[in-house]
T-cell receptor, first 111, second 114 residues
Framework: QQPVQSPQAVILREGEDAVINCSSS?????VHWYRQKHGEAPVFLMI?????EQKGHEKISASFNEKKQQSSLYLTASQLSYSGTYFC????????????FGKGTRLSVIA | DAGVIQSPRHEVTEMGQEVTLRCKPI?????LFWYRQTMMRGLELLIY????????DSGMPEDRFSAKMPNASFSTLKIQPSEPRDSAVYFC????????????FGPGTRLLVL
């Protein structure tokens, strides 16, 4: 089943922070985050595996709460280059299953 | 590596015509995925292959859609006959493993059926 992302869209000024959430109704083995810029292909950001870990990637980090079946993506001190649509992809708890992607969160960073 | 290659990048066709989309995955990747992206439904998995064998085609919308992977370096997605509701961006992606493997997406084919 498709994970639910929130918010659907957000507008930030440069330097502001944002949180994007991804929730699943099913137990998860892993959560993947991708970013897609307008007219381009989705690009992998990071993967979080079952175990409740948190990961960082420059000023973009994420957490995974397997008990709540939720993941959050944190963008701090946003830059213009962060603009795009962020997708979470979830892998079922059985593992070794294809990802199911959420509908995405459109992030716009303005000067 | 050149990454995942897709062709054509854009396709405009008339309803009823056959459309063939092509994909060359990253060399050495065992998995190949075909996705369709629309505003309404987001990224939908249509079908995926493992070592050239179709594993799950439950996402293929109807019999008008078919996909093949004759060898490790080439796959096609065919729509026959095409309909206006097939208009979307079609992505091909490949990965080393299934669930936890990073997927590398091609640039996509933007299809418009008139």
């Amino acid at each position: 089943q498709q994970p639910v992302q929130s918010p659907q869209a957000v507008i930030l000024r440069e330097g502001e922070d944002a949180v994007i959430n991804c929730s699943s109704s099913k137990a998860l083995y892993s959560v993947h985050w991708y970013r897609q810029k307008h007219g381009e292909a989705p690009v992998f950001l990071m993967i979080l595996l079952k175990g409740g870990e948190q990961k960082g990637h420059e000023k973009i980090s994420a957490s995974f709460n397997e008990k709540k079946q939720q993941s959050s993506l944190y963008l701090t001190a946003s830059q213009l280059s962060y603009s795009g649509t962020y997708f979470c992809g979830t892998e079922a708890n059985s593992g070794n299953t294809p990802l199911v992607f959420g509908k995405g969160t459109r992030l716009s960073v303005i000067a | 590596d050149a990454g995942v290659i897709q062709s054509p990048r854009h396709e405009v066709t008339e309803m009823g015509q056959e459309v063939t989309l092509r994909c060359k995955p990253i060399s050495g990747h065992d998995y190949l995925f075909w996705y369709r992206q629309t505003m309404m439904r987001g990224l939908e998995l249509l079908i995926y292959f493992n070592n050239n064998v179709p594993i799950d085609d439950s996402g293929m919308p109807e019999d008008r859609f078919s996909a093949k992977m004759p060898n490790a370096s080439f796959s096609t997605l065919k729509i026959q006959p095409s309909e206006p509701r097939d208009s979307a961006v079609y992505f091909c992606a490949s990965s080393l493993s299934l669930g936890s493997g990073t997927q590398y997406f091609g640039p996509g084919t933007r299809l418009l059926v008139l």
